[in-house]
């Protein structure tokens, strides 16, 4: 009896993972990875499904699988946060409040509008206004259950690009970078439990990255990027556990962190592409740089596919480093556009560029190997995409929009990727 529930629980542990809803920065495990079924060889068979109008917005979409939340900004006044059906595109609730705020000169080219991807957890969406407030929304009515002014919190002076990072949420708590520091905020009642790293107010205050949680050389930490700083920090009070300076111009540190095992990865705007290997002696954590190399990273995070860092650089190209060594296998010859969103499972990784092109992809060291593209949408697409079993959700300047993807078999996304080949 007891060898037959051993074989049965074996059985379970090699299963492919459920089908995980896209609720949040990144994806199921905020690392651009996707489970479920298999996506097919090309992308002929995407058909749009819906499309609704909407104000700008560099929102990711995230859903439950019933409902698709975004964000829009309108007359430079209103911020607006939307639930959707999933299936048939029509509004189920909409909640304003005012939010607006302009962004320096040099950046206008990219707009004033909301910038961070809600966060969905338990019944309530997350959103990040510009002028430094955080708002939890009821998912199913848009009811207001909080709202946090972190300005008027922390007597802070906002930040220049507005609130850009998305919420992280891990049990009862949730964390952000906001109030020109790194907080953890009680989720139910929206009250700050702590609040570390100060950068600063201001034009040179606050953080553009998102945070995560690993657990690293055995501790479960944040692994965060500030303006000048890699670190991680205990989720539970706060404390620095080590911290890193990265090369960067005027603090444009935007990456989300990219971690496999105790190896953390980064690239900077003006800077290198690092890998740092975090060590612990005792409760005393380091990090120590395993390899740099010159290319240049921007506001694209990466993905990781069998031991491979597959990135977009500053310079419009796309190139594949070697996590263990920092070998360059290749660089693309043409430029794919300013900004890449990329989601991967298995061998494949979908990329979906600011001109509303996606790009399917096979994740090999050979070369750059697209195995299709297709145009889905005419505005600027600068919001990441979202991938939900047959549906991937878009969100360009102009609206959101939902495609059908038919897809085959199930894919275990946390698997290790079978060697990948070029296609000849």
């Known amino acids: 009896m007891k060898s037959a529930l051993l074989i049965l629980s074996l059985s379970l542990s090699c299963l492919p993972l459920a089908h995980a809803d896209w609720q949040q920065w990144r994806g199921p495990e905020r690392d651009g990875s996707v489970a479920g079924k298999s996506w097919p060889a ?29 964000t829009e900004s309108l007359d430079k006044r209103i911020e607006r946060a939307h639930a959707v059906d999933a299936t048939t595109g029509k509004t189920v609730w909409s909640t304003e409040w005012e939010g607006y705020q302009g962004v320096p000169f040099f950046a206008k080219r990219n707009g004033d509008w909301i910038r961070a991807t809600p966060t969905l957890a338990d019944g309530t969406l997350y959103v990040a206004g510009m002028q430094d407030v955080l708002v939890a929304l009821d998912a199913a009515t848009g009811k207001i259950r909080w709202r946090l002014d972190f300005k008027s919190e922390f007597k802070s002076d906002g930040e220049a690009f507005g609130f850009v990072c998305s919420p992280l949420v891990e049990g009862d708590f949730l964390f952000t970078h906001a109030g020109a520091g790194l907080c953890k905020i009680d989720r139910k009642s929206g009250k700050v439990v ?84 975090i060590t612990r002696d005792g409760e005393k954590f380091s990090a120590q740089l395993a390899w740099e190399h010159k290319a240049e990273g921007y506001m694209s995070t990466p993905v990781i596919v069998g031991g491979k860092i597959f990135m977009h650089l500053r310079n419009q190209k796309v190139t594949c480093l070697d996590l263990a060594t920092g070998t360059q296998h290749w660089q693309s010859d043409d430029k794919l556009g300013e900004y890449w969103s990329l989601v991967t499972q298995g061998n494949r990784i979908l990329a979906l560029d600011h001109k509303g092109t996606l790009y399917l992809i096979r994740a090999t060291p050979d070369k750059l190997d697209i195995a299709d593209q297709r145009n889905l949408c005419d505005a600027e697409t600068w919001a990441h995409l979202a991938v939900d079993g047959n549906s991937l959700y878009i969100r360009d300047l102009k609206g959101l ?21 070029a296609s000849r």
């Open 42 to 70: 090309s992308l002929s068979g995407i058909k749009e499904r819906w499309r609704l109008p909407l104000g700008p917005s560099y929102s990711g979409p995230v859903t439950d699988g019933k409902l698709v939340f975004t």
């Open 194 to 277: 702590w609040r570390a790293m100060d950068e600063g107010g201001g034009m040179m205050g606050g953080s553009f990255s998102s945070p995560i949680l690993a657990t690293i050389a055995g501790k479960r930490q944040l692994v965060v990027q500030g303006r000048k700083f890699l670190a991680g920090v205990d989720p539970a009070d706060g404390k620095e556990l080590w911290a890193q300076e990265i090369k960067t111009f005027r603090g444009m540190n935007i990456y989300t962190p990219v971690v496999q095992g105790n190896r953390l990865f980064t690239s900077a705007y003006g800077g290198l592409s690092q890998a740092w290997d």
């Open 401 to 421: 929009a939902a495609f059908d993807w038919n897809q085959g078999e199930s894919v275990n996304a946390n698997a290790p990727a079978a060697p990948a080949t």
